[in-house]
């Protein structure tokens, strides 16, 4: 049974970048496992971030499909060839795979590829003892159940008032939905001044506060040039303390919601 493992945010919080760093702690701590990454954020770069080229994105292999004058290869269904290219754009890393989901251009596409997406993911996960997904920054997957259930979920804040409530109401909204949840978990990233004046926002989210992780201007500069995150750690002081905030977490099958 696979380890799901997914992240939330309102924009500007750095989630991509927790994502990133969250992939290679587990690629380090867990080697004998094998891990799936899903970029679900349409407005991500997680690919980058991770140094990885990608093959194709859901929403690429949907336009291919809609482009076919005559559709899906003789003897294939329409789901079948879908499955089948999504399988092939999988892109292979150093201890993780990627699955990107892309940017729907057309009107209602989104909710087609949400819907494709989740059944998906039901079925990679199942070859996977990891899954990492790096949702978009709103609430949109979590509204639309694109995770059915999630073992660990962090939501990331940044250093505000605005980003602390902003954790608090896709918390809430998770409960509404009444989704599968293990442990949650609020990480407050980018923090650059005395974090004791956000203490009574961060109680009033109900969250258990994983850690905090200072502004880091090597990630930073890392990021505006375009740089791979996880393949330039040496100088990153946010990296060691982020190690150190989830060796106090355990991610193992075992702890895994019941499906």
């Given at each position: 049974?696979?380890?799901t493992?997914?992240?939330?945010?309102?924009?500007?919080?750095?989630?991509?970048?927790?994502?990133?760093?969250?992939?290679?702690?587990?690629?380090?701590?867990?080697?004998?496992s094998?891990?799936?990454?899903?970029?679900?954020?349409?407005?991500?770069?997680?690919?980058?971030?991770?140094?990885v080229e990608?093959n194709?994105?859901?929403?690429?292999i949907?336009?291919?499909?809609?482009?076919?004058k005559?559709?899906?290869?003789?003897?294939?269904?329409?789901?079948?060839?879908?499955?089948?290219?999504?399988q092939?754009?999988?892109?292979?890393?150093?201890?993780?795979?990627?699955?990107?989901?892309?940017?729907?251009?057309?009107?209602?596409?989104?909710c087609?590829?949400?819907?494709?997406?989740?059944?998906?993911?039901?079925?990679?996960?199942?070859?996977?003892?990891?899954?990492?997904?790096?949702?978009?920054?709103?609430?949109?997957?979590?509204s639309?159940?694109?995770?059915?259930?999630?073992?660990?979920?962090?939501?990331?804040?940044?250093?505000?008032?605005?980003?602390?409530?902003?954790a608090?109401?896709?918390?809430?909204?998770?409960?509404?939905?009444?989704?599968?949840?293990?442990?949650?978990?609020?990480?407050?990233?980018?923090a650059?001044?005395?974090?004791?004046?956000?203490?009574?926002?961060?109680?009033?989210?109900?969250?258990?506060?994983?850690?905090?992780?200072?502004?880091?201007?090597?990630?930073?500069?890392?990021?505006?040039?375009?740089?791979s995150?996880?393949?330039n750690?040496?100088?990153?002081k946010?990296?060691?303390?982020?190690?150190?905030i989830?060796?106090?977490i355990?991610?193992?099958?075992?702890?895994?919601?019941t499906?």
């Amino acid at each position: 049974m696979s380890h799901t493992i997914a992240l939330a945010g309102k924009g500007g919080t750095g989630k991509t970048t927790i994502s990133a760093l969250l992939i290679d702690y587990l690629r380090k701590t867990q080697s004998s496992s094998s891990i799936l990454t899903i970029d679900a954020d349409p407005n991500s770069n997680l690919n980058q971030v991770l140094g990885v080229e990608l093959n194709d994105t859901v929403v690429g292999i949907l336009d291919k499909l809609a482009g076919l004058k005559d559709g899906p290869p003789s003897g294939m269904t329409k789901n079948r060839f879908i499955e089948y290219e999504v399988q092939n754009s999988v892109s292979e890393s150093k201890g993780f795979d990627l699955l990107a989901m892309g940017r729907p251009e057309g009107p209602g596409c989104y909710c087609y590829v949400n819907s494709v997406l989740r059944g998906l993911i039901d079925k990679l996960s199942k070859a996977y003892d990891f899954v990492v997904i790096d949702n978009e920054a709103g609430m949109e997957h979590l509204s639309r159940r694109i995770e059915k259930s999630i073992d660990t979920f962090f939501i990331i804040s940044d250093y505000s008032r605005v980003g602390v409530r902003s954790a608090k109401r896709i918390s809430d909204l998770a409960e509404e939905m009444k989704l599968k949840i293990g442990s949650k978990y609020l990480i407050v990233n980018m923090a650059d001044g005395d974090i004791s004046l956000l203490k009574e926002e961060i109680k009033k989210t109900g969250l258990k506060l994983a850690g905090i992780i200072p502004f880091d201007k090597e990630i930073e500069n890392l990021s505006l040039a375009g740089k791979s995150i996880i393949n330039n750690l040496e100088k990153s002081k946010a990296s060691g303390l982020f190690t150190k905030i989830m060796a106090s977490i355990k991610f193992t099958q075992k702890e895994a919601v019941t499906k």
